[in-house]
C-alpha cells in the first residue's frame, strides 16, 4: 500500500484546512486508515481513525468536534478536515493503513504503512 498525503499550509488561529490521503497498490476495503501527528520535540500522536469498510471513526479527544476523518471510496482517498484550528495542532500530518482487526486503532505501532507527512501550521 502506498500513501500520499498532501493539503497542509499556514493557516490562522480559527481557521480549516482539509487534508487528503490518497491510496494505491491494494484494495482498502479491510483496512482502517489513521491520521497521525508530529510536533517537533513530541512523540508521534493519534489523530483520528476510519475503518474503509464501515466508516466506523474514532478521535482523540483534543480534535473531536473540530476535525472530521472521512473516506471516498471510488478515489481510494482519506480525507481530514481541521476546523477551528489551534497553535497546538501545529505538526507534521501523517496518514497511515492497517489491515482491519480488532482493537481501537489508536496506536501508531498498529499501522504497517506510513505516508509522507503533510506540514500544518497554525499561526497566533
Known amino acids: 500500500v502506498q500513501l500520499q498525503a498532501s493539503g497542509g499550509g499556514l493557516v490562522q488561529t480559527g481557521g480549516s484546512l482539509r487534508l487528503s490521503c490518497a491510496a494505491s497498490g491494494r484494495t482498502l476495503s479491510s483496512y482502517v486508515m489513521g491520521w497521525f501527528r508530529q510536533a517537533p520535540g513530541k512523540e508521534r500522536e493519534f489523530v483520528t481513525r476510519i475503518t474503509w469498510r464501515g466508516g466506523s471513526t474514532y478521535y482523540a479527544d483534543s480534535v473531536k468536534g473540530r476535525f472530521t476523518i472521512s473516506r471516498d471510496n471510488a478515489k481510494n482517498t482519506v480525507y481530514l478536515q481541521m476546523n477551528s484550528l489551534k497553535p497546538e495542532d501545529t505538526a507534521v500530518y501523517y496518514c497511515?493503513?492497517?489491515?482491519w482487526g480488532m482493537g481501537l486503532f489508536s496506536d501508531a505501532i498498529e499501522y504497517a504503512y506510513w505516508g509522507q507527512g503533510t506540514q500544518v501550521t497554525v499561526s497566533s
Open positions: 497511515a493503513a492497517a489491515p
